[in-house]
């Protein structure tokens, strides 16, 4: 035997690639009618949610599902029992050949996965294949069965809104329907049937009707001694174990879904998570050629949530990364099952290579053909998932534990200093600008808005700043479009609304005029007294290409020229002259930014450094830019540097490793210029997200 031929047959096989591409194609569609109704949806969300999920939940689901294959393998060992077979796998080898069903059971439609549990018995531990069939098919009707109840209690809560009310009682009533029809298919029905199939056989020749009377004869006598045995109150008990084992199991990977990032689903209650369960399960049981379940399973997840007033962006992510979660935990166990089922089951080799069918060239071709257009259609979708990097808050995080010595030689190091630090924190909930006092070291919340905010740049007298809002309570900095800019007088508190649809603003050096960026591509200055604007950049123009971002512009006015990043068609940074449009390319880094008096430029460079970047600069007019401070010890990803208006200090971001900049936990950091990277010292000290710093120091 071939074995290499078998495995990628098994790989490569037709109906294997036709579900990928029917997954993908309805996870594409269920993205697009969710963009149709002006929302952003993100791949890299998911991410970003898997990667925040808690250990301890996710540990939780892998305990609960353990448990609940305990019952599920209890339960196949008592149906086989009762149908008359001798040949009974021990616990032992039953619970592995339940952990490779729990795998392989949505790797193929309507259930077929369901099919290589038969195998498994049947090839690897000589069981009967009407009892394999009896003890599955029964156990398949016992699931729907016991949701029955759990339906109609779902639809009484008095607390359930109309949504759920009027839905489950009618998804109760068709399942009792389905019930019914299943239950007398294997009873009065298939005895029927066995009756007429057997006349037939006696009274004809033919091979195959006997072979086929006689299989179903099989059946229908496993089906009658697991109705004499009287079992079912047993095996309805343990059903009611596997159900309660794997809601609970899924109800945690719900929360370490929505818990640290989704405020908008925390407030759901348990029955409206389980609602959203079943109709999952519902959807994925649909004969749909799907790969494990992708795409229906989501589609019924999202309709139950947005039914019950949920926002479909979030339902979306949440339900996916729920789903993605459990299927790699339970190919996780399915796996380690294989391997110990290879070893424990003698006809293994048999099971394998008898199951698995030679590819067919034309329709591996077509399947494969359907699997390029469905990726296709998944990117079409780009557009759409680039506008931002995250699309739910991210956790608020908890003050960090620290050392005395640490905090202490902080304080000492700005014990002379007269001035204060701003930046962005979400350590209240969302975004706010909080201001750090030196040297007493007092850290005021400026900003109470329920929208983010961020990017606050403070003014040459250093009485007022303009900051970013978001239109929105949360916006990712991966939409520059959605900000206002707002100007906050610091002696008053009193808030100015500057300039609708703006982002990362900055001062002129007189303080009379703010520039920011606009709609990607332009860079507008404000006069802050009479709020007159002018375009004084955009793409397209000034030798700029077309289609540029203008990313965290800065701009010189004694030069006129603007370091800026340019991000989208073309990806450099560069200057820019107002004038000529000569551009004079600095790097490919980011955040490129002018010195207080303009001598110098320095900007992220993304190329070296302890943890891939740091922070360079370049004197003016010198053409040899040098590394200038690379952080030392666990924060050493430097991001949003700014020096001082007196040009002695700078202050910065840096995290041990995480990058999003509006999610990772950036701690503020402030160095001496021209001192070693080693005496930076730490200014903030708290695991939520802080970005975008500024300072501010009296002469």
């Known amino acids: 035997m071939n074995y290499t031929r078998q495995i990628l047959g098994a790989l490569f096989n037709w109906r294997t690639l036709l579900s990928v591409a029917t997954s993908l194609a309805l996870l594409a569609l269920l993205l697009g009618i969710i963009s149709a109704t002006g929302q952003n949806v993100n791949l890299e969300t998911l991410g970003g949610i898997l990667r925040s999920m808690p250990v301890s939940l996710l540990l939780a689901y892998l305990g609960i599902q353990l448990i609940g294959t305990l019952f599920r393998a209890s339960r196949y060992q008592l149906l086989i029992r009762a149908a008359g077979e001798t040949n009974v796998p021990g616990f032992g080898h039953m619970y592995l050949v339940t952990m490779i069903r729990n795998m392989v059971v949505d790797m193929l439609p309507a259930r077929l996965g369901e099919l290589l549990f038969i195998a498994m018995l049947n090839r690897g531990y000589n069981v009967r294949a009407n009892a394999c069939i009896s003890s599955l098919s029964l156990s398949i009707v016992l699931d729907v069965a016991i949701l029955v109840p759990v339906l109609f209690v779902l639809s009484a809560i008095p607390l359930a809104n109309a949504a759920m009310q009027q839905g489950m009682l009618p998804i109760a009533v068709v399942v009792i329907v389905a019930v019914t029809i299943v239950l007398l298919m294997m009873y009065p029905v298939l005895t029927y049937v066995t009756r007429l199939m057997t006349q037939w056989s006696e009274h004809g020749s033919s091979r195959w009707l006997k072979k086929l009377a006689g299989f179903v004869a099989d059946i229908h006598e496993a089906f009658e001694e697991t109705r004499r045995s009287h079992i079912l109150g047993r095996a309805l008990l343990l059903t009611v174990g596997v159900r309660i084992a794997k809601y609970s199991a899924l109800y945690c990977l719900f929360l370490a879904a929505t818990m640290p990032t989704m405020t908008t689903l925390q407030s759901l209650a348990p029955w409206e998570v389980l609602s959203t369960l079943i109709a999952s399960e519902a959807t994925a049981s649909v004969p749909l050629p799907t790969f494990m379940s992708f795409g229906s399973y989501e589609a019924g997840g999202l309709a139950a949530l947005t039914l019950l007033g949920y926002p479909a962006v979030d339902s979306a992510m949440a339900v996916l990364s729920m789903h993605i979660a459990s299927q790699s935990i339970d190919y996780m166990l399915g796996g380690i099952g294989i391997i110990l089922f290879y070893f424990a089951a003698s006809n293994w080799r048999m099971t394998i290579t008898s199951t698995v069918n030679p590819p067919r060239p034309w329709l591996t071709g077509a399947s494969a053909l359907a699997i390029v257009g469905a990726l296709a259609l998944l ?229 070296g450094g302890r943890m891939k970047n740091h922070i360079k600069r370049l004197d003016l007019p010198g053409k040899e830019d040098k590394v200038w401070l690379d952080l030392p010890g666990k924060y050493s990803h430097e991001y949003f540097p700014k020096v001082s208006n007196t040009g002695e200090y700078m202050v910065l971001g840096a995290s041990a490793g995480g990058h999003a900049h509006d999610s990772a936990d950036y701690e503020m950091f402030l160095w001496k210029i021209g001192t070693p990277a080693s005496g930076a010292v730490r200014l903030s000290y708290h695991t939520g997200n802080d970005n975008w710093p500024d300072i501010y120091l009296k002469k």
């Not at 995250?390 to 620290?402: K, Q």
């Not at 304080?411 to 909930?429: H, I």
């Not at 329920?450 to 606050?456: G, M």
């Not at 107002?578 to 955040?591: D, E, F, N, W």
Request: charged share 25%; glycine share 10%; net charge positive.
């Open 379 to 607: 990117v079409s979708q780009y557009g759409q998932f680039k506008a931002s990097r995250y699309l739910v808050p991210p956790p608020a995080g908890n003050m960090a534990a620290t050392g005395g010595t640490e905090k202490d030689k902080a304080k000492n190091a700005t014990r002379g200093l007269d001035g204060f630090v701003v930046w962005s924190s979400n350590r209240y909930g969302n975004h706010d600008i909080v201001k750090l006092s030196l040297p007493d070291w007092t850290l005021t919340r400026l900003t109470t808005h329920p929208n983010s905010e961020y990017f606050p740049r403070i003014s040459p007298d250093g009485r007022q700043i303009v900051f970013s809002r978001g239109k929105r309570k949360w916006v990712s900095h991966g939409e520059p479009e959605s900000w206002d800019v707002v100007l906050l007088d610091l002696d008053s508190g009193k808030e100015r609304m500057l300039a609708r649809g703006g982002n990362t603003p900055t001062w002129s050096e007189d303080g009379n005029k703010v520039f920011f960026q606009r709609d990607r591509e332009q860079f507008v200055e404000i006069d802050v007294k009479s709020g007159k604007e002018r375009v004084l950049f955009k793409s397209g123009t000034k030798r700029i290409p077309a289609g540029v971002e203008l990313q965290t512009p800065n701009y010189s006015t004694p030069r006129q020229q603007l370091a800026v990043s340019f991000r989208g068609t073309r990806r450099m940074t560069t200057l820019v002259h107002q004038v000529s449009g000569i551009k004079r390319q600095i790097g490919y880094g980011c955040q490129l930014t002018w010195s207080p008096k303009a001598d110098y430029l320095y900007w992220v460079d993304e190329k």
